[in-house]
């Protein structure tokens, strides 16, 4: 009879696994088809011969794509030397994000801590108006500022009415203009984690460094920012992948002089016409970004077990 | 004595610097909203204040079209994404890990971990592929994309919504011999419903906000309304430009608002 019992349990525990693998398969098969398979095609397009008018020819192979990222033929004596010209872009896309990341801690740190101290009930409307400009079409934003950078824009007539200069700054297609609207359009994504962990803070630590005689900064440095350092690293995580793989901001603020890694992937499948160069540039910026996700799932665990 | 006028929490010229964090915020969002106003035929002359460039905003056909294009992939895309978001997340939650729980969740959050660029270019690659096949361009192909990687929005809040849910309720209607299907349609579906709605709103404001994916895999004449602006403000730009930004601004505020009243009136 257990045994018995046993076999009808197990086969409607069988079952139900069977109806949720059922019930789940649209959403699997939908993202497969449309978002993780394409993935596949590319990694193989990579290693195929680019066509003469765009696409690659069927059934050739070749590591040329990838060569290509990297280093590039001489045409004369057809010896290899390193692609300047792609490695700039993709150091620059880097520095770039970086120091996206860097302005935006700046800036959104002292607003989270500045939020998560005002009484409960106004917080929720500080936060709020965060999060609009977050919900907002980012290529909005991005035309938004460049309304405020432009040589006859908001800024360079404030500048020139105060009298700070007499010819407008040009700001725009510079990588300052990618910067500015970079920490602009990712400013919430650092603000919004940043905010949850400074809103767990337990002040009483806080005050306990200021009975032991700490200065306000020193309380900073020694207390908040290492009990708040999970949310530094996810709001830097936030900010620092899309900043790699930025393509609107620079294509509507750089200009063709200031090409991210993003742009010089859609040069390839345009004017470029070399789709294995572009796939395995795109396989590139994935490598990157998964570099950087488990930078950041080494130091989340190392920080949480520091902490506990 | 002295405690009672030292505050610990404050940390000095962070107020300042949040001040100049909002105002960063909202400056060139206001600019554009004004600039919107403008009279004239260029952005860099300011003429008075006139509503002109809403005027032929409305009556560019153009614009119609890429608007009405934009609502239609945005209502299927997240139609089909919290259909698919439910199913996936009533099979995912309430049950014991089983093998092939976390594979499900990776491949549906996988559209949020891999840059939109890498996922847009991958997509013109097979899709111009089966245009050729097929010889089907029509808008399939962006309601499909769209669909995808509007899943892993929908699902957070539905899952989240489940997995609060009380399941006494269920048991109680199983209790009185109502079969799956009545215990699903009046218990479990009602209760459901602030984070399925919650969902097809997220999946709506995602999809109608997208360019990147659509830029990549949109056939001729197929613009919605972000890319329509995207290759506007490469052009010449007049301030008809900004009259379309600030009537989308003002939608999705809305849209946001609304969201924000729902989410709240539920907790």
């Known amino acids: ?308 | 004595m002295f405690r009672s006028h030292f505050d610990v929490r404050a940390q000095p010229g962070f107020g300042l610097i949040t001040l100049f964090t909002f105002f960063a915020l909202y400056l060139p969002i206001a600019a554009l909203v004004v600039y919107s106003f403008n009279g004239s035929e260029s952005l860099s002359r300011w003429d008075g204040l006139s509503t002109r460039w809403f005027v032929a905003a409305w009556h560019n056909s153009a614009v119609q079209d890429a608007a009405v294009r934009s609502l239609v992939i945005a209502l299927w895309a997240a139609f089909l994404a919290t259909f698919a978001a439910t199913m996936a997340a009533l099979a995912t939650t309430r049950t014991a890990p089983y093998r092939g729980l976390t594979f499900k969740y990776a491949l549906i959050n996988q559209p949020l971990m891999v840059p939109e660029i890498v996922t847009a270019v991958a997509l013109l690659i097979v899709f111009s592929r089966i245009k050729v096949w097929t010889g089907y361009s029509g808008l399939g192909y962006l309601v499909m994309a769209h669909t995808a990687f509007c899943i892993p929005f929908a699902y957070l809040p539905i899952r989240a919504r489940l997995e609060s849910m009380d399941l006494t309720l269920e048991r109680a209607a199983a209790d009185l011999y109502a079969t799956r299907w009545m215990t699903f349609r009046h218990v479990t579906l009602p209760l459901l419903r602030p984070g399925i709605i919650a969902g097809f709103m997220l999946a709506f404001v995602i999809s109608l906000d997208d360019v990147v994916i659509t830029e990549f895999v949109k056939s001729g004449g197929q613009d919605t309304l972000p890319t329509y602006m995207l290759g506007q403000i490469r052009r010449e730009t007049t301030p008809e430009i900004n009259a379309i930004a600030t009537v989308f601004l003002a939608l999705s505020t809305v849209l946001v608002v609304v969201f924000f009243f729902v989410n709240r009136r539920k907790t």
């Open chain 1, 1 to 308: 009879m257990a045994s018995e019992v046993e076999r009808i349990g197990r086969e409607r525990e069988r079952k139900d696994i069977r109806d949720r693998w059922l019930l789940s398969a649209p959403a699997l098969v939908i993202v497969f088809l449309a978002a993780v398979g394409p993935l596949f095609v590319m990694l193989l397009y990579s290693f195929m011969v680019k066509g003469d008018y765009g696409d690659v020819r069927p059934g050739e192979f070749s590591l040329e794509g990838w060569v290509s990222v990297f280093f590039q033929r001489d045409i004369f004596d057809d010896t290899l030397g390193l692609a300047d010209a792609h490695l700039s872009i993709i150091w620059r896309s880097i520095q770039l994000s970086f120091l996206t990341t860097v302005l935006t801690l700046i800036l959104g740190f002292p607003t989270a801590y500045f939020i998560a101290t005002r009484p409960p009930h106004t917080r929720e409307i500080w936060v709020f108006l965060v999060t609009i400009p977050f919900w907002t079409n980012l290529l909005i934003r991005t035309f938004a500022m460049q309304q405020v950078i432009r040589n006859e824009g908001l800024l360079n007539n404030a500048l020139i009415w105060l009298g700070v200069i007499e010819r407008p700054l040009q700001i725009m297609y510079t990588d300052t203009a990618n910067l500015l609207g970079m920490t602009y359009v990712y400013l919430p994504l650092m603000v919004l984690p940043l905010y949850a962990s400074i809103e767990k803070l337990d002040f009483r630590l806080v005050e306990a460094g200021y009975d032991l005689y700490a200065t306000r900064f020193q309380v900073l440095r020694r207390i908040v920012i290492p009990l708040v350092r999970p949310g530094i690293i996810a709001g830097s995580i936030l900010v620092f992948i899309p900043s790699l793989g930025a393509y609107v901001i620079p294509r509507v603020l750089g200009g063709g002089k200031n090409m991210m890694l993003g742009n010089l992937i859609e040069l390839q499948f345009g004017a470029g016409r070399n789709w294995p160069l572009g796939a395995a540039m795109s396989i590139t910026l994935m490598a990157l970004v998964m570099v950087a996700l488990i930078v950041y799932v080494r130091n989340a665990s190392r920080g949480g077990a520091g902490h506990v």
